[in-house]
């Protein structure tokens, strides 16, 4: 059977969250809580004279964002838990101390699996990120599995 | 640490593994810095009250020690995409092991694709993944 949802509520953006500007401590400390030893994230003198010329957040610093809205209203809900299934991050510009970044989240895709287990269903989150020079940072895409 | 180029990377490589003891301080730490501080990433009571075996470690945790792999392997490489499936749930307070390898080499871009994934001392891959990894070429 054909999953039933109002097609219409993908791509549609349901929030945009402005966040305040990224602190060098917020960097620092991502880095050093995931035991980062790469300069360019933990050492502001040393990344200077790196490639970007300066302090970067480290990859997946941008997967802390979280939106005001998880989901949209109205979501149906397809299963009776949650599972956090995993993520798919594209990067493009890093993210640096002063960005002010902004979230917009969208229903990128909803689908069905079949496993020995049953049905399960796939809500994928699509939270595009962008910095105040209006640049594309990353692209993050949530699988949410239910069953 | 390396700074290996392009040119230096064979497709079978392995990227440098790490092996590290997960503390549960170490998760709470995570989880306070990301936003995550809620009873499953911080206590095993609390972790147990939603049917879990124990507190365990957000998935974006694991995502974001295996990107550190890869650039403690190479300092000067730039991930351009990774993506991870949360297979099963990650308890700390035991040993981890970080593991990858290049599956491809991309002449024209001078970038290489990776496996990546983290498993327990039985080998069980908790957590598997792919990623591009741009890697600056020599000439």
Known sequence: MALEFDRSILGQVFDETVFPPVTKEEILEFSSALGETNPLYTDEAAAAKGPYGGLVAPPTFVTKLRAKKFTPEHLPRFGKIGFDGGRDLELYVPVRPGDELTLLSTIHEIYEKTGRTGSMYFIVIRNEVKNQKGEKVAVIDHRIMQR | ?139
Request: negative net charge; aromatic residues 8%.
């Open chain 2, 1 to 139: 640490m390396s700074t290996g180029y392009f040119e230096d990377i064979e497709e079978g490589d392995e990227i440098t593994p790490i092996d590290l003891f997960l503390s549960k301080d170490q998760v709470r730490r995570y989880a306070r810095t990301a936003h995550m501080y809620v009873p499953r990433f911080t206590d095993d009571e609390g972790a147990r009250a939603e049917g879990l075996p124990g507190m365990i470690a957000p998935g974006v945790m694991s995502m974001g020690l295996l990107a550190r792999m890869i650039s403690d392997w190479n300092q000067t490489a730039m991930i351009k995409r990774i993506g991870t499936t949360f297979r099963s749930p990650v308890l700390p307070d035991r040993d981890i092991h970080l593991r990858g390898a290049i599956t491809q080499k991309n002449e024209a871009d001078h970038t290489v694709e990776c496996d990546i994934w983290l498993e327990n001392d039985d080998g069980e891959r908790w957590v598997i993944g792919t990623a591009t990894v741009s890697v600056p070429a020599q000439s």
